[in-house]
């Protein structure tokens, strides 16, 4: 039998506790004097249940109500004198965030069968709340457990190892940044530091000093001699994101680099030795860029060594359950109050949508749809989600679209059925084993 913790917020100590809730035997109660205590008990120990002894003189509600809002895995249960129950704002918190209340003096039998129910409840769904659980089980911090994140993250670690270029290809918020972040800090040079700039971003005029760094007088306006990024960078990584619109004459300036570890300032005559691992990336195929003569070939190869993948979302869907969760989580204290999760009938409209703009835009429409959900789950309607996906014009022959639509209905269905074999085969019309040889074919993770 699981031991049934209980923390109790009680503003007049353990002895007025033990005088409220009376004996619980077969409870391991911690008793705290206030929110600030809870809320240090709780950032080390989950709790399924709680329970509030609210007094008057203590915390004011606004501020017990960010702390339940916080804390929503656990089950709280209140207990206030009987006046206070005529303030609006009472009424309104106890309704969004507690699952039972009582008034003092409280009956201890009643209060007995509430801290049960609570903690049936707590039990049922699962009692560690999902952050928690990724936290301990997670070492990358890319999410995900389909084929194709497991993939890239084994890829990942074996190419932190070693000091080359990588070259990381992905749509736009698929998590190209995030996997340049974590390929630094698996990589020796983990306690250097990071830097990053969006080759796009910045305008030609700008781009050479902001990299290289300038020398006094080298232009007007240059007063003082300027460190680039890539020295800035020395010791650690540098992320070259939108690789494919850096001009031309600058690919020149970093393929000399790559080669020679070398650079120069603008307007400077003497190298300086950089010891920066350089990390690009792009949204746009570059080997056409370099067809079409916008992007050096020599260039493309010394970075191309190490090329990774990033996905897009489209092709893992089996993950939006798992991401929705840990956003959900990531962005409690934002939700609106009654809030408690996320539909069937939400997850199925989103395994339908295609994500074109990749788990940025899945970030997006959760936590718009956390504020403005009027019900306890969010609904499809929360999510704003286009009715069908958008049109895509056919660019691959009939063979990838069709390899493309039997993957995405793989994916959907899996979504749908929570990951149950059974269930996606018989809704698929294939047998369990056809689906697992399809699965193992498309890299698709049970
Ligand atoms: N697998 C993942 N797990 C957790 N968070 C993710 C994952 N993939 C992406 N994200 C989050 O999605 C957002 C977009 O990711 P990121 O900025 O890395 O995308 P990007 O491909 O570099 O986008 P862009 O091309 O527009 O620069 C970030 O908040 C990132 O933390």
Request: net charge positive; proline share 5%.
């Amino acid at each position: 039998m699981s031991v049934k913790r209980l923390l109790c917020i009680s503003g007049e100590g353990s002895a007025h506790a033990r005088a409220c809730h009376g004996e619980l035997p077969g409870w391991d109660v911690c008793v705290v004097e206030n929110i600030a205590a809870a809320r240090k008990v709780l950032s080390q120990q989950h709790y399924g249940v709680g329970l509030l002894l609210d007094s008057s003189d203590g915390a004011g509600d606004a501020e017990i109500e960010r702390f339940l809002r916080q804390h929503h895995h656990t089950r709280w249960i209140g207990v206030f004198d009987a006046p206070r129950l005529d303030h609006p704002a009472l009424r309104e918190l106890i309704a969004a965030h507690l699952v039972d209340f009582h008034t003092r003096p409280a009956d201890a039998l009643r209060l007995k069968h509430s801290l049960g129910h609570a903690h049936g409840m707590a039990t049922l769904a699962k009692t560690t709340p999902p952050h928690r659980r990724q936290a301990s089980e997670r070492a990358s911090h890319i999410d995900g457990a389909s084929r194709a994140i497991v993939r890239l993250r084994a890829h990942i670690d074996k190419i932190a190892a070693i000091d080359a270029p990588v070259l990381i290809s992905g749509e736009s918020g698929s998590g190209k940044e995030l996997a340049a972040q974590e390929l630094h800090l698996r990589s020796q040079r983990a306690s250097g530091p990071f830097i990053a700039i969006n080759c796009a971003a910045v305008s030609p005029a700008l781009i050479h000093s902001e990299l290289f760094g300038h020398e006094r007088g080298s232009f007007t306006g240059a007063t003082r001699d300027k460190q680039g990024l890539l020295e800035a960078a020395s010791g650690g990584s540098i992320f070259l994101d939108e690789i494919g619109d850096l001009p031309l004459d600058l690919q020149a300036s970093l393929l000399r680099f790559l080669q020679e570890r070398v650079i120069y300032r603008v307007g400077g005559t003497r190298t300086i030795a950089v010891d920066a691992r350089v990390i690009t990336a792009t949204h746009v195929n570059l080997p056409q860029a370099v067809a079409e003569g916008r992007f050096r070939e020599d260039l493309y190869y010394r970075l191309s060594v190490f090329p990774i993948r990033v996905p897009p979302l489209r092709e893992r869907k089996e993950d939006l359950p798992l991401l929705t969760d840990l956003i959900f989580n990531k962005y409690a204290a934002e939700r609106s109050p009654q809030l408690k999760g996320v539909s069937r009938e939400a997850l199925l409209a989103m395994a339908r949508y295609e994500w074109p703009g990749n788990v940025r835009e899945l970030i997006n429409r959760v936590r718009r749809a956390m504020v403005l959900a009027e019900q306890r789950l969010i609904m499809p309607e929360d999510l704003d989600l286009p009715s069908a996906g958008p049109i895509c014009p056919v660019k691959e022959g009939l063979g990838s679209s069709r390899l493309s639509a039997e993957r995405t209905a793989i994916g959907e269905s899996l979504a749908r059925s929570g990951n149950n074999i059974s269930q996606a085969a018989r809704e698929l019309g294939v047998s369990r084993m056809t689906l697992y040889r399809l699965m193992a074919k498309h890299a698709i993770s049970p």
